[in-house]
């Protein structure tokens, strides 16, 4: 783990509207702009603001983006923030799916690579696996010197002060797992974990391009979670588990659920209940039920339409209460069309008109990249925060 030494400390306690940080923030909200624009903006010496540039610039954190006609004739650059020079890895982890991949700040997906995992996976050969394939990728790119951070998405609740997941039952075996540490000690950078469906509502927030929009997101593959951004980021909620939807009771129903109660929705609409539902017809696992499904198998298409209609009406209360702008649905069932079908027609039927009305519901138009450029959207906000540039900007100053 990264630790803060004293001075460095003071030196972020000291920290004022006008440290590295801030005239990042500064270029980050209101940018890009010329160094005459931000010097008028921040009320600093020219002789303060070159040295508070040069900083950024060793740090890889800003650039000239363009250029603008200035009133001598001249063209005066235009600073922004660099977001292609340093990287991210981003990691998506589920019951039976691992994605991972490298990005750069600004959320283009650079490297990514699929891998099936057996159910009841564990961490003492997935995380070795993970950070193996991660380091590959960054070598084979020849960008493991612009490491910046880690964004890695879990199903279920995570708890953000120790860094530690508590996972759905599917995957006991990830159980309290230290993730964050084992990220930060494997690949010596920063660590943001986040609930999947929070990155994927925060990919899908970002790929929209309309700020301050609330953007509701589904994960349907082997379970089912719920994520939402409000106000620009992802709710997590007082305990870190804001949108775990997947255990919501249906009423009248009694179908054994993997969390040990019955009659939840992920018990009956989930891709592990499809593959319950359809194993009198030789399924075996999530894939052959996607293959049925996508191959028009009436029963296989009859019963993912059934369950994407069971989660709409789960959906409609949802909606009710978030009063979205978009909800996007994505995972290996979310992305089967008679499932999405199913579940619009009942949110259609079921939310109340003022909330359903203009409510813009389809798949992830990032696909299953969702969670990916979510993490690195996430990871992009941790090492652009201020505090976090001052931290930098102390540690890297040249003694
Ligand atoms: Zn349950």
Known sequence: MVTVNQDVSRVIAAGTATSPGNVLAVLRDDGPMTRQELRARLGLSRATLMERLDTLTRLRVIDTVGHRASSGGRRAALLGADQTS????????????ATVGVADLRGTVLAVHHERLPL???PRHVLPWLLDTAREQLSSLDRYADLAAVGFAV?????????????????AAWRDQPLRDAFA??????????????????????????????????WIGSGIGAGVVIGGLPHRGATGCAGEIG?????????????GRRGCVAAL????????????????????????????????????????????????????????????????IGSLRPFLAGLRE?????????????????????????????????????????????????RSRPS
């Open 346 to 394: 009942t949110l259609g039927e079921q939310a109340p008109e003022v909330a359903a009305r203009g409510l813009d519901v389809g798949p992830a138009v990032l696909g299953d990249l969702a969670p990916l450029v979510g993490m690195a959207g996430l990871a992009a906000e941790a090492v652009f925060a201020p505090a976090a540039i001052d931290e930098a900007a102390a």
């Open 155 to 171: 199903p279920g609740q995570i708890d953000h002060e120790t860094g530690v997941s508590i996972m759905p039952p599917t995957m």
């Open 185 to 218: 000690d494997g690949l010596g950078v920063s660590v943001q974990l986040e609930n999947d469906a929070n990155a994927l509502a925060y990919g899908e927030y970002l790929a929209a391009g309309s700020p301050n929009s609330t953007v509701l997101g589904v």
């Open 247 to 259: 255990h919501i009771r249906i009423e009248d129903r009694d179908e054994r659920c993997g969390c």
């Open 269 to 332: 609409a989930s891709g592990t209940a499809l593959v319950r539902q359809l194993r009198s017809d030789g399924v075996r696992a999530l894939p052959d039920v996607l293959r049925r499904v996508e191959a028009g198998e009436p029963r296989a298409v009859s019963l993912a339409t059934d369950a994407g209609r069971l989660l709409g009406t789960v959906l409609a209360t949802v909606v009710t209460i978030l009063n979205p702008h978009r909800v996007r649905v994505g995972g290996e």
């Open 86 to 97: 340093r990287v991210a890895v981003v990691a998506h982890l589920g019951a039976s799916l």
């Open 120 to 122: 009841g996976h564990e």
